[in-house]
């Protein structure tokens, strides 16, 4: 027998396409009502809850490949911008090491989060999608085999009702009904095994996909937010760096005007009479000397280290011994009216600088 293709002969084909124009036969006959159809509203409703669970699933698998294009850009944006940072960072600024730690713990953390909801929620989506094109195909083949069943039956019953009775196609007829009947029937009680218990899983499956995305997520936050913290003490600590070298800058020059002055004063005063009145302040700042404040309001001291301020009091700021011990929106400072009369730099406390400004 000639070969019309691999694994196709000519009788299979011939036999394929008799198949085809019977149930397209039978189709016609059903639409116009010339031959009656079975049907199964049960397993039409198992179908379209089948179609509606996969239409769904390929909805939330979608979703879930954009979530995650979009974490992958998001990872980029964020590796950009640390890069930025990085280069910018001068070597000589503080937490220059921290810096780039933090910049490795972040890339790493966004590499994870991608990784995890990769191999926890997306692959087990594909999992679950992956056994809808099989049973698709079944249903599909358990239509085809309804409708050589309805075929069968339809001619096994003309032959019993023909007025001619030819017993041996009858028989032949009979033995091709059950044959059609028991293909149809074995697909058919499988897949009313199997759809209602595809459709109860999918409960579970959506359960497992949320909360395993909800876990990485919230891990991700929480690891992010300890490293923007950190992010946000380096950059705290940079701009204390900033003012105190910028403090002792202008320390710097006020001192050598001091000289200046003092060196004018002393020849002033070798060439004015002796009789000649002098305030006694040479104008000397304490150490550490930033800027000058003005109390707008009065402050009572609650504490030993605190400075009590009166409305009107002037007072010389000063750079903490160590900077970690300021606190946010607190100053370290020495009335001025005490430090010109008893030059005593341990009369210096801190105070709130909201109750003061700059003068």
């Known amino acids: 027998m000639a070969e019309i293709g691999k694994g196709v002969t000519a009788g299979k084909l011939a036999i394929n396409v008799q198949k085809r124009l019977t149930r397209a036969q039978e189709k016609v006959l059903q639409k116009l009502g010339k031959a009656d159809e079975t049907r199964d509203v049960v397993f039409e409703e198992m179908v379209a809850n089948f179609n ?75 999992i679950y999608l992956s056994q809808f094109p099989d049973i698709k195909a079944r249903i599909a083949k358990r239509d085809r085999k309804l409708v050589d069943f309805d075929s069968a039956r339809h001619h096994f019953t003309s032959l019993q009702k023909g007025k ?13 009904l059950g044959r059609a009947q028991k293909i149809f029937e074995e697909l058919n009680v499988e897949l009313q095994d199997e759809l209602p218990a595809l459709w109860d899983r999918r409960v579970g499956v959506y359960v497992n ?7 990485h997520q919230e891990k991700f936050h929480k690891e992010m937010s300890k490293l923007s913290q950190n992010l946000n003490d380096i950059m705290t600590k940079l701009e204390e760096q900033r003012q105190i070298k910028k403090g002792a800058t202008a320390a710097s020059k006020t001192g050598d005007c001091a000289k200046s002055e003092g060196a004018n004063h002393s020849e002033s005063a070798s060439s004015a009479p ?56 607190w100053l370290m400072g020495l009335k001025e009216s005490q430090w010109f009369q008893k030059k005593d730099i341990s009369a210096k ?10 003068v």
């Open 52 to 126: 509606k669970q996969m239409a769904e699933g390929t909805k939330l698998q979608k979703d879930l490949k954009a979530y995650l294009a979009a974490v992958k850009t998001m990872h980029d944006a964020s590796r950009r911008l640390q890069d930025c940072l990085a280069d910018m960072y001068e070597p000589d600024w503080f937490g220059k090491e921290e810096m780039d730690a933090l910049a490795e713990d972040t890339d790493t953390q966004w590499l994870d989060y991608h990784q995890s909801i990769t191999d926890k929620s997306q692959q087990n989506m594909d």
């Open 349 to 358: 406390g801190v105070f709130p600088e909201n109750f003061t400004q700059r």
């Open 274 to 329: 002796k009789s000649t009145v002098t305030n006694g302040s040479d104008g000397e700042l304490p150490p550490g000397f930033l800027y000058k404040v003005k109390a707008v309001h009065d402050y009572a001291a609650t504490d030993g280290d605190e400075l009590e301020l009166k409305m009107g009091d002037v007072v010389l700021v000063l750079a903490f011994d160590n900077p970690d011990e300021q606190d946010d929106g």
């Open 209 to 215: 996909t949320f909360q395993s995305l909800a876990g």
């Open 164 to 176: 001619k009775k030819d017993e041996a196609k009858i028989a032949k007829a009979e033995e091709d």
